[in-house]
């Protein structure tokens, strides 16, 4: 009796570490083999603490990690964890008088989502098409990134003037006040975009010259939020920057 009882404790523990390997391989996600898997998580790790350097397009083994991540829970959830920090930490803040107490917020992938347009471009594998994204611009259908716009609309309500700082081109301001306004965005205190004297210069120089400008005009800039460590760095930054999630695209 006691040999059948050892085989059958044997077979069992056998049973349960094959199955226990069959289950994390396929958990990661379908379609997604596990190797894959790992690897495109650890590199999305790597562009989110930017030590990837300048990529131009995402690693082919992981369209369909980045499909699941950005289609799934994950995406949603990292960006409302991102938001409840800024918030927590706007609420912390004793706001000063004597000037305009001022958040930053970047627009594409900050508070639109240009994921419908993405999705047709194999979520960044392809090289970028100015001309295809600038006729989705036009079409002002991008919808809200739905951790930012509750972030936008509390920081209202706490008092802060919005400054929106995007690095669309000054021809796109009716396309992108009206697809903030179908997203539901209101009331900001300006809309920034790159006016001719802008083109050609990198994100971090023309982002940072204006938040210069900003403070020249008596603006204290209490936080950040953007998609891109360029939309963050450069003198003079915010007291806190926040970085959104993007595993799409790179901008210098």
Not at 12 to 24: G, H, N, Q, T
Request: hydrophobic residues 40%; contains cysteine; negative net charge.
């Amino acid at each position: 009796m006691d040999h059948y009882l050892l085989l059958f404790l044997l077979l069992a523990a056998a049973l349960s570490s094959a199955s226990s390997r069959i289950i994390l391989r396929i958990l990661p996600g379908a379609g997604v083999p596990s190797e894959d898997y790992l690897y495109c998580d650890s590199w999305r790790l790597s562009v989110e603490t930017n030590n990837a350097g300048f990529w131009d397009t995402i690693p082919a083994r992981c369209v369909g990690f980045v499909d699941l991540y950005m289609n799934g829970d994950r995406y949603d959830s990292d960006s409302q964890v991102v938001a409840a920090d800024a918030i927590s930490f706007a609420r912390s803040l004793r706001l000063a008088g004597g000037g305009v107490n001022a958040w930053i917020f970047d627009v594409d992938e900050t508070l639109l989502s240009n994921l419908p347009y993405y999705k047709g471009v194999g979520f960044g594998s392809e090289i970028f098409n100015e001309t295809a994204f600038d006729e989705w611009v036009d079409l002002a259908q991008a919808p809200a990134l739905p951790a930012s716009l509750k972030l936008y609309k509390d920081l209202q309500q706490l008092g802060f003037s919005l400054i929106l700082l995007t690095g669309r081109s000054e021809a796109q301001r009716n396309s992108t006040e009206k697809n903030l306004l179908f997203a539901g965005y209101r009331n900001w205190e300006r809309l920034i975009l790159r006016e001719a004297s802008d083109i050609g210069k990198s994100a971090v120089i023309y982002k940072s010259e204006k938040r210069a400008q900003f403070e020249a005009q008596g603006f204290r800039i209490y936080g950040n939020s953007g998609d891109q460590w360029s939309d963050l760095l450069g003198a003079p930054v915010a007291k806190r920057s926040f970085k959104l999630p993007n595993p799409m695209y790179y901008i210098l």
